[in-house]
DNA sequence: TCTTGTATACTTGTCGACAAGTATATACAT
DNA sequence: ATGTATATACTTGTCGACAAGTATACAAGA
C-alpha cells in the first residue's frame, strides 16, 4: 500500500472501477495487501464502499480475502490464464468460422488493416505505446467476434480477459517480441480474406501457443507473482 | 415475494448462494421484486448482508437495483444465451478436437456412456427427474472438458452457465425434446470415439442449434420473462 | 538463552440508525 | 368530475460504532 493520492471519490461503483484498474494495470502487483483502512481514508469514504468493492473483486478472482488477516490481491494462476487462452481459441476459430461461412468480406479487409497499422505504430520506435499496442490487439480480436455477431459475448468474457490482461501487462513489458505476434495476425487476417478456415484455425491455435508458450516459461520463474503448482489459495 | 421460509442463515456468502440457487431454480421468476428488508427479514440479519449479496447478483447480470425504487430478477436476455450456446459449442468443439488429437481414449468410453444412461433413466417414465437430467446433461458435457485437460475451464465458465440454466430451467419442463437430445449426445459420443473431428464437429453444431431454435421461439412469445429487442435495463 | 503467557495493535465481520430519492394515496381547489 | 399540490410510506444509499479474530511485541519465568 502507497501512493494514496487524494481523490476525491464518491460512489462505490468508481471505488470498485478504480481498484480494478489499478489491480489490472499492475499498480497494485500480485500479492500486496490492501488494507479496507488506508483505501477508505484515500477515497475519503466509510469502509462500507470499499468493502463493497472487495466483495466483488474477491468474486472475481481478483483479491483474496483472509478474515481478520487481511486482504491481497490474488497471485496470477497461470493455469487459468492457459485456459483463458484456450477459450479465446476456440472462441475465435468459430468466429472465424462463422464470418467465412456466412458473411461476405464487407469492410473486414479495412477494419483488419487498419488495427494491424495501429499496432504496428504503437510497438515501434523507441517511444513504444505498450497500452495503445495492447489496445490495438484487443481490437484485432474483437473486430472478429463482432463480424461473426457476436460482440456482445466479447462484452460477456471481459471478465475472464480481465486475467489475461493483467498477466499480458507482466508478462510483454519489451516490443521485443510484438513484431512476431504482428506478423502472425497478419497471416490470420491472410488466411480469414482467403476463406481458409482450416489454415486460419491453424495459424490461430498457432498464434495462441506462442502465448502460452510464454505462461509456461513464467511457470518456472521463483518470484511472488504467480501461483505454485495447483497450491491457489493456500496463504498460511 | 412470497414463501419466506424461518431460516437460519448466518454469513453473507450463504445468503448469496441461497439467493443465487432460488434465482437460477426460478423460485424467483424474471422480473420478480426483491426486497431488502423482507429479505432480512427472512434470513434474520442486518441489511448489510443482503445488501453484498444484491451487490454481487447485480455484478453477475442476475438482479436490476433501481436506486430508490426497488430491485428486481433480471429478465432472460436471449441473445446473451444465444452467445453463451455458441460460445459453449465453441468451446465443446475444440475441447473434442483436443481429445481427439492429444490422447488415447482411456475411461472416456464408459464415462459417456455412463453419462448418457444417467439421461435416459432420469427422464424415462412418468416420474422424470429433470434436474437429474439436467446434472446429467451437464455431466456429459464437463466429461468432454476434463478430458481435454480443461476442468479448470468449466469451472471457470460457471457463471456464464448459470445463465444457461436458468433459461433451461425456464424453456425445458417437460421430457417431450430430451430424448431427441439424447440421440444427439450418443451421435456426438459415437463421432468422439471415432475419432471423426469433423463430424463431432458437425453434430455439436446441430446440437446447440437445436438449443438455439429453442431460444428464438422465445424471442417471439409475449411474457415478462424476456427482454424485448435490445432494450435491457430499460425499466422505466 | 529459550519458552511461554499476556497485552496490544492491527485486521475483517456485523449491526443499527439515519439520509435521500421515488411512487402512491389523499386532500384540496377548480 | 378532474387536475394539482401535499403528505406519507415505501425504496435504496451511506455512515459511525462496536464485536470478534489474528499476529506481534514484550515481559516473566524456567
Redesign the interface.
Known amino acids: 500500500m502507497n501512493r494514496l493520492q487524494e481523490t476525491t471519490m464518491i460512489t462505490g461503483e468508481e471505488i470498485y472501477r478504480d481498484l480494478l484498474k489499478k489491480i489490472t494495470e499492475l499498480e497494485y502487483m500480485p500479492g500486496d495487501a490492501l488494507s479496507e483502512n488506508e483505501l477508505c481514508a484515500a477515497y475519503k469514504c466509510s469502509r462500507?464502499m470499499v468493502?463493497?468493492a472487495f466483495?466483488?473483486l474477491k468474486?472475481?478472482g481478483l483479491l483474496e480475502v483472509y478474515p481478520h488477516r487481511g486482504s491481497y490481491v490474488s497471485l496470477i494462476d497461470l493455469?487459468?490464464i492457459e485456459?483463458?487462452l484456450?477459450?479465446r481459441?476456440?472462441?475465435e476459430?468459430?468466429?472465424v468460422s462463422a464470418i467465412i461461412r456466412e458473411t461476405d468480406p464487407g469492410d473486414l479487409p479495412e477494419l483488419l488493416a487498419g488495427a494491424i497499422e495501429e499496432q504496428k505504430t504503437a510497438s515501434a520506435g523507441a517511444e513504444a505505446d505498450l497500452p495503445a499496442y495492447f489496445r490495438a490487439d484487443d481490437r484485432f480480436h474483437g473486430i472478429l467476434l463482432e463480424k461473426a455477431g457476436?460482440a456482445?459475448?466479447y462484452r460477456?468474457?471481459e471478465?475472464?480477459y480481465i486475467h489475461l490482461r493483467r498477466w499480458r501487462n507482466l508478462e510483454i513489458r519489451t516490443t521485443r517480441r510484438i513484431p512476431a505476434l504482428i506478423q502472425e495476425h497478419e497471416s490470420i487476417r491472410d488466411a480469414v480474406l482467403h476463406r481458409d478456415a482450416a489454415e486460419a484455425s491453424v495459424l490461430l491455435h498457432r498464434h495462441f501457443d506462442t502465448l502460452k508458450f510464454a505462461a509456461s516459461v513464467d511457470e518456472g520463474r521463483d518470484n511472488s507473482y504467480f501461483y505454485k503448482n495447483q497450491t491457489e489459495g493456500e496463504r498460511k
Do not use: C, G, P
Request: glycine share 0%; net charge negative; proline share 0%.
Open positions: 462500507h468493502r463493497d466483495s466483488r468474486e472475481k493455469k487459468q485456459d483463458i484456450f477459450l481459441e476456440a472462441v476459430t468459430a468466429a457476436r456482445s459475448l460477456l468474457l471478465d475472464e
